[in-house]
T-cell receptor, first 113, second 115 residues
Framework: GQSLEQPSEVTAVEGAIVQINCTYQ??????LSWYQQHDGGAPTFLSY????GLEETGRFSSFLSRSDSYGYLLLQELQMKDSASYFC??????????????FGKGTKLSVIP | ETGVTQTPRHLVMGMTNKKSLKCEQH?????MYWYKQSAKKPLELMFV???????ENNSVPSRFSPECPNSSHLFLHLHTLQPEDSALYLC??????????????FGEGSRLTVL
């Protein structure tokens, strides 16, 4: 089977740095994505890693280690508006050469003053 | 505005009703998806339509029936639902084989309550 594990909740202080980890057990792994979802809103794409290493996009960075089946999302200079749920998702190669995204349960991040 | 529009945003229905959820994407994408989001659970992929294939999750009950008349529109027909089907139903779109880039564009969802 396939599984993704990420913490259910994280609390951090405004201005600080927080790391949200994601471990996965899958077959046909192609890449790891991260999404943000505010309460009542649509999930929005943040980043994608297909190769090992760190990808940086502004205050957000994402890391992947394929050998460890592990990745993380790093949020720097936290702001109150970063309070949201964050989902990791794996791209899996399925039949006929198509790809599907399978999501984790999400991590609820609370940023406190 | 995400480029993916879902209607209705909220729906309450009885177990014997028949209703439909609608999704429209304005992004020129070639693949569309239905996901189910329940509390404390991962987003569950229900159906995928793309130029290449229609993929179903075999665990989806037959009381959910998708329809994709063209690459811009997607429907989810609902009939004789159960209370445990109450959830947020999310539509998403991507460029063909969007899993390669890991990027889906989601609508804001249709909140379904089954009484």
């Amino acid at each position: 089977g396939q599984s993704l594990e990420q913490p259910s909740e994280v609390t951090a202080v405004e201005g600080a740095i927080v790391q949200i980890n994601c471990t996965y057990q899958t077959s046909g792994f192609y890449g790891l994505s991260w999404y943000q979802q505010h309460d009542g809103g649509a999930p929005t794409f943040l980043s994608y890693n297909a190769l090992d290493g760190l990808e940086e996009t502004g205050r957000f960075s994402s890391f992947l280690s394929r050998s460890d089946s592990y990745g993380y999302l790093l949020l720097q200079e936290l702001q109150m508006k970063d309070s949201a749920s964050y989902f990791c998702a794996v791209s899996l190669l399925s039949g006929a050469g198509s790809y599907q995204l399978t999501f984790g349960k999400g991590t609820k991040l609370s940023v406190i003053p | 505005e995400t480029g993916v529009t879902q209607t209705p945003r909220h729906l309450v229905m009885g177990m014997t009703n028949k209703k439909s959820l609608k999704c429209e994407q304005h992004l020129g994408h070639n693949a569309m998806y239905w996901y189910k989001q329940s509390a404390k659970k991962p987003l569950e992929l229900m159906f995928v339509y793309s130029l290449e294939e229609r993929v179903e999750n075999n665990s989806v009950p037959s009381r959910f029936s998708p329809e994709c008349p063209n690459s811009s529109h997607l429907f989810l027909h609902l009939h004789t639902l159960q209370p445990e089907d109450s959830a947020l139903y999310l539509c998403a779109s991507s460029r063909s084989r969007g899993g390669e880039s890991g990027e889906l564009f989601f609508g804001e969802g249709s909140r379904l309550t089954v009484l």
